[in-house]
């Protein structure tokens, strides 16, 4: 016979660890407050979620977010939908030039307005870049400078732009183009303040000017993550553009708005599923750029 396996001894470790209620006491008597919060404590932490809770609910009740509201709301919302189906497939040329003529506007406005945004962010983001420029309140000035440039929503720098420049694709560029010059310069700024020094000391000691170790230095270790943030921000702008078009700056947002406004919703409802697809592709060839320029993070490195 085989001997049957040792059972556990009750004067094992978990004996030894155990705390026996007298001892539970004393440290709640030593530490009361290492087993309950003190009593200003929790009255604050519960005046906080009751504020939380009341200004939650005082929200809902001042947007009128009644039940009946909603549900009503709900009910409308599905006969637009009903509406939509089937999509509406355009048969004539030129209904579908008209279309594809939109997407190329909504496209190419994005394009132009993120290079544009791009080409004058790189320069100014090395004047915000604190290992670049060392003049404190020339920095300061220029982060300032772009905070009240990204205080603007680009849905509002189109509308003034529309105002000064009339309707149209141009107004959307520049209304992209100021938002991105914010944006990317912040970014870029932050990207490169984060680079190694040890190449710059490199190209310093083997007597090399400030502009050289920047440029031999600095970009190097940066140009990809700008690229990436570039390629991101363009991809945002695409969507944007749409938006922008329903406002009167062109492209597929406003053929979007225009046939919801002549209640003709499946139209709209292949006008979405197109914009759809080419933020799809958009996507996929930003991704394929970023990996080809960048490489493939494989978790080793």
């Known amino acids: 016979m085989s001997a049957s396996p040792p059972r556990p001894s009750r004067s094992g470790p978990s004996s030894a660890l155990a705390v026996s209620p007298t001892e539970i006491a004393e440290a709640r008597a030593r530490l009361p407050e290492a087993f309950r919060a003190p009593l200003l404590r929790r009255l604050v932490r519960l005046g906080g979620w009751l504020a939380f809770a009341g200004l939650f609910a005082w929200c809902l009740y001042d947007f009128d977010a009644s039940p009946e509201r909603l549900w009503n709301g709900l009910l409308r919302l599905g006969k637009v939908l009903s509406f939509m189906f089937p999509p509406h497939i355009w048969t004539s040329w030129k209904e579908i030039s008209e279309i594809l003529t939109g997407l190329a506007q909504t496209l190419s406005m994005a394009f132009l307005g993120s290079l544009l945004g791009a080409l004058i962010a790189f320069p100014l983001s090395f004047l915000g870049a604190r290992n670049i420029n060392r003049i404190p ?77 920047i440029r031999f230095g600095i970009l190097p270790q940066v140009l990809p993550v700008l690229l990436s943030i570039t390629l991101y921000n363009f991809e945002s702008n695409v969507r944007s553009g749409t938006i922008l078009g329903i406002v009167g700056a062109g492209g597929i947002g406003f053929l979007l708005s225009d046939r919801i406004g002549a209640y003709r919703w499946d139209e709209a409802w292949s006008i979405i599923f197109l914009i759809i697809a080419m933020v799809y592709v958009i996507d996929a060839l930003s991704d394929y750029i970023r990996t080809r320029f960048i490489g493939h993070y494989d978790g080793t490195r």
Do not use: H, M, W
């Not at 914010?182 to 932050?190: P, R, T």
């Not at 990207?191 to 007597?207: F, L, R, Y």
């Open 137 to 213: 309140f020339l920095r300061f000035g220029v982060r300032r400078g772009f905070d009240i440039i990204r205080a603007f929503e680009t849905l509002i720098l189109a509308l003034i732009f529309i105002r000064a420049f009339g309707l149209g694709p141009l107004a959307g560029v520049l209304a992209i183009a100021v938002g991105e010059i914010g944006v990317l310069a912040k970014l870029y700024a932050e990207a490169i303040e984060n680079t190694s020094k040890k190449p710059v000391e490199g190209v310093v000691a083997s007597g090399g000017s400030p502009l050289q170790s």
